[in-house]
């Protein structure tokens, strides 16, 4: 960690001595531990999802549902052996999967992690939960500790990119990521049980005026593989935005959302899952409570 290029900002700072782009030092901290239930059906097939939210991110979204802790990081530290105990009693709670959201910057400690609790026994697959900003070179660590992969497609140009994030060239990172985790782990596959096994899933959440320009991430995900599940979610919710673009200021319509559904049928997407309109209200975490999502988690 004496010179960091974990995430693609690639900065290099020194994390023992400073923060890096991510807001993280050389200290593992987290944000909340709990069984979700809020992810796609197949994620949360069971007793839920086993859910780690990590502090820090190396994107500045100007909207972030989960800011408390991906930019203020209000957390705790952990050891390596204390994060590897939780993914344990998360199992031992019925979970089908351990969720890692916005894992990256800490890649080097959850790998040790990870290792330690299958050494005592889990068996769960390990499930990447990421913005889609990432480096082929990280990915490629994860590939003999994770079997799920749930990557976000925010953007479908780099312009937006810039203006709700702060990155400059989120659309090539994230494409290239994506082809690379389509190339290596293929589709989501699911047990006999509903429960998913291995394999991406692609996420798109529909910004108000199509400002995320949906139709470019669905026509690039159809000509990677329409067998590539695509979850198009409506939760944007205003209330976190901290910008000046008009349209952002108010909730997603719904004849915005139709269109992309449509979109993504007119394509021939084989697995599409999709959100009631309500999904703004729903999705709105606190994590100094007891229950982050309210009904659809529980910390441990």
């Not at 810039?162 to 293929?186: F, H, N, P, Q």
């Not at 999709?274 to 994590?287: E, K, L, R, V, W």
Request: net charge negative; glycine share 10%; proline share 6%.
């Amino acid at each position: 960690m004496r010179g960091c290029f974990l995430c693609p900002r690639l900065c290099g700072i020194d994390r023992a001595r400073a923060s890096g782009a991510c807001r993280s030092g050389s200290e593992l901290r987290v944000g909340a531990v709990v069984v979700h239930r809020g992810e796609e059906p197949p994620l949360v097939a069971g007793s839920g999802s086993g859910a780690v939210f990590f502090c820090g991110c190396p994107m500045r979204c100007s909207y972030c549902q989960n800011h408390q802790i991906s930019q203020s990081c209000e957390g705790r530290a952990m050891t390596p052996g204390e994060l590897a105990l939780a993914m344990l009693r998360l199992e031992g709670e019925g979970c089908s999967n351990i969720n890692l959201v916005s894992p990256t910057h800490y890649t080097p400690w959850i790998l040790e992690s990870i290792e330690q609790a299958r050494a005592s026994g889990m068996r769960l697959p390990v499930l990447v939960n990421s913005s889609g900003y990432e480096t082929r070179e990280c990915l490629h660590l994860w590939r003999d500790h994770a079997r799920i992969y749930l990557m976000d497609l925010k953007y479908g140009d780099n312009v937006a990119g810039k203006t709700l994030s702060g990155v400059s060239d989120y659309w090539d990172v994230a494409r290239d990521a994506i082809e690379y985790l389509w190339e290596t782990a293929g589709p989501l596959v699911e047990d006999t049980e509903g429960r998913a096994s291995h394999g991406l899933l692609v996420r798109h959440l529909v910004l108000p005026g199509m400002i995320s320009n949906p139709f470019s991430v669905l026509e690039f995900l159809s000509g990677l593989s329409t067998e590539i599940p695509v979850s198009i979610m409506s939760q944007y919710n205003p209330v976190y935005y901290r910008g000046d673009m008009p349209d952002m200021r108010r909730p997603l319509d719904a004849g915005e959302y139709e269109a992309v559904l449509r979109k993504a049928c007119d394509l021939g997407f084989e697995t599409v899952f999709c959100q009631d309109m309500g999904a703004s209200d729903t999705y709105n975490p606190d994590f100094k409570a007891d229950r982050p999502f309210d009904d659809l988690s529980r910390l441990l």
